[in-house]
């Protein structure tokens, strides 16, 4: 998972991490479990994103692969980008 | 028909793949409406001029300041207090005295926005804050002009083009920003200059691609940049057929 910068200070910095989920709604309950209160961050509430955040797998839009069923298989990379406002 | 200066001056464009003098001739007749004179504007500007834009229309509505010089660079220390577009209409002048800068010490908002779209051939969003973003982009698809879209905090930076009716818009990926006070901004992550200036000068190279027909536009992809790890990354965003702005046929005014 590759996380923008917003969300970063939760994960101890990291720009990168390794999880393990079939699929996307799995892989951020892992991150959870993980990271607790991370969910917060990203979702509004249940599996709804918030509506400054996006997801794509491997490059591509998760709402074209199935949304949070989209399925995912080892080596994958699930990006988590926040719109940022700076100029 | 190019002058023996000119020639000079954009000797190292003519070899460029795709370019030609019918290329640059659709540049110097140009009219780019570039929305902030900060980070990205900066660069973005700067970038323009040089190459041979016709006329960038610069607007801001602020005075420099002595944080901004970390990364506004085309503003100086003598510039302090100064208002922002006097400041870069100087500096771009001194570049390219072809290059014609109009420039407007102005806030644009709901009620104005419209009117500055319709100077413009193409506009970049240099802006600082979700407000402007946002506005600069449902004017985009309200009017059909195709902007620029980018932002940048702390060692990250994200830029892609907004095609109203050949591609997403901002909406499309981020239907809302966040709630007032809960995102991060440059204020408590900070914004390393050399972050805006790559990402002011990737707006420039799409504006000037999109003016000349070259090249293929970031419509549909949007490309993000992290320094600290030095990783580019591009993503495919979806066209979203519900977007409150531009889902179907729908345009707000």
Known sequence: MRLGTPFREIVAGKSEI?????????????LEQCYNGSRGI??????????????????????????????LKD????????????? | MLTDEQRKRYARQWPLPGWSEEAHLKLARSRILVVGAGGLGSAAAYYLAAAGAGTIILADPDSVELSNLNRQILHCTKDIDRPKVESAKEKLEALNPECSVIIYREQLDSKNAHKFFEKADVVLDCTDGFP?????????VATGKPLVHAGVLAWSGQVFFVWPGKGPCLRCVFPEPPKEGTAPSSLTMGILGAVAG???????????????????????????????????QQVRIARDASCSVCGGSKKRR
């Open chain 1, 75 to 87: 080596g994958d990379v699930v990006s988590v980008l926040f719109a940022i406002d700076g100029g």
């Open chain 2, 132 to 140: 402007s973003k946002y506005l600069l982009n449902d004017v985009a």
């Open chain 1, 42 to 71: 990203i979702f509004e509430s249940g599996d709804e994103l918030k509506k400054n955040v996006h997801l794509f797998v491997n490059g591509e839009d998760f709402r074209v692969l199935g949304g949070m069923a989209a399925p």
């Open chain 2, 198 to 232: 790559v990402m002011g000068a990737i707006e420039a190279t799409e504006a000037i691609k999109y003016i000349t027909g070259t090249g293929s536009l970031l419509v549909g992809r949007m490309l993000t940049y992290d320094a600290m790890s030095m990783q580019w």
């Open chain 1, 18 to 30: 390794e999880l393990d989920g079939k699929n996307l709604a799995q892989l951020f309950a892992s």
